[in-house]
């Protein structure tokens, strides 16, 4: 609930933010009130104990910008990530090696334009032939963030590679970090970049690697104030944010498929109440909470988990 409250919080500045958008003909009136009216209700499920909550019912508005959406949005796509690593490790025999590229930063009216370059040195890249030779699939984020102090902004892609296991033995095909620096830096023409960083992900488990499922902009870099949140919007909008390809991309279709539902857990808790909250402005308040019935047990209880805690 404490989470809920402080993005239901931070969507009522989203939706000040946007009124300057409907009025310039940007957005309309329909999405302000979708963004305004997202998750004034919801209904959460409880056990016994009151101890394990979780959200069963909610309206929703779908937008990317929404921090309660793109928070509920990067539970799911983190789930989704350890599935298909899950499968992929398991029926594939891969491993994986998590990548991060960056570049020097940029001023507002050029990040548009070093988005564009980003995707097109990035496509560069993968298609090197020691590039080509090892990677069998990627899961590949924009993010980007703002740097307050000197008011600039700093795109970046976090890609998670698939490698066959004798990627990590054979000289042959084994990239150092140096080398990625270097073919990065060729790709983009630029000298500048100092940094990149790759590691291999351990046991699935490494928590950086969640940095995919993670939101492209935090809330707190992009609701600063209108002209940051503009120059955010304008970047991002209409833009493909994660992109599959390989075995990540065919890992895809299957999980959306329920063909990897194999790899998920079960809830074991037991739920027994549904509680009813509107949103008052300032905080959720409680409406109602009854057991669940008979039929709701039976729909909500012994489900596969489909989301992963993220911060």
């Known amino acids: ?19 300057k958008l409907v009025s310039e003909n940007v957005v309309s009136e329909n999405t302000l009130k979708l963004i305004r009216e997202c998750n004034t209700f919801m209904m959460m499920v409880a056990d016994e104990s009151m101890e394990k909550k979780k959200q069963h019912k909610g309206n929703t508005c779908k937008n990317r910008f929404c921090p309660i959406c793109a928070w509920k949005k990067s539970r799911k796509d983190a789930l989704a990530l350890s599935v298909m690593m899950a499968y992929l490790k398991q029926e594939e025999n891969k491993e994986f090696i998590f990548l991060t590229l960056t570049a020097p930063n940029v001023p507002a009216e050029e990040l548009e334009d070093e988005i564009k370059d980003y995707n097109h040195s990035f496509k560069k890249l993968m298609e090197r032939k020691e590039i080509k030779k ?9 993010e980007i963030t703002y740097n307050e102090e000197r008011d600039d902004y700093h795109p970046h892609f976090h890609v998670l590679i698939a490698v066959n296991k004798s990627y990590f033995t054979q000289t042959a095909q084994y990239i150092s970090r140096d080398r990625w620096l270097e073919l990065w830096q060729q790709v983009t023409k630029n000298p500048l970049i100092t940094q990149v960083d790759v590691r291999k992900v351990r046991n699935g488990r490494d928590d950086k690697v969640y940095e995919i499922a993670k939101y492209s902009a935090k809330d707190s870099d992009y609701l600063i104030n209108q002209e940051v949140f503009e120059v955010f919007y304008k970047a991002l909008k209409g833009k493909r944010l994660i992109v599959f390809s390989g075995l990540f991309k065919d890992a895809m279709t299957k999980f959306k498929n329920g063909e990897l539902d194999g790899y998920k857990e079960k809830d074991v808790t037991k739920y027994v109440y549904a509680i009813m909250y509107n949103w008052g402005g300032k905080k959720y308040l409680e409406l109602e909470k009854r057991y669940l019935t008979e039929e709701e047990m039976k729909e909500i209880n012994g489900q596969l988990i489909d989301e992963k805690e993220v911060d």
């Open 1 to 19: 609930m404490v989470k809920s409250t402080k993005k239901k919080r931070k969507n009522g500045v989203l939706a000040y933010f946007m009124e």
């Open 134 to 142: 090892i990677v069998k699939g990627y899961a590949r984020k924009l």
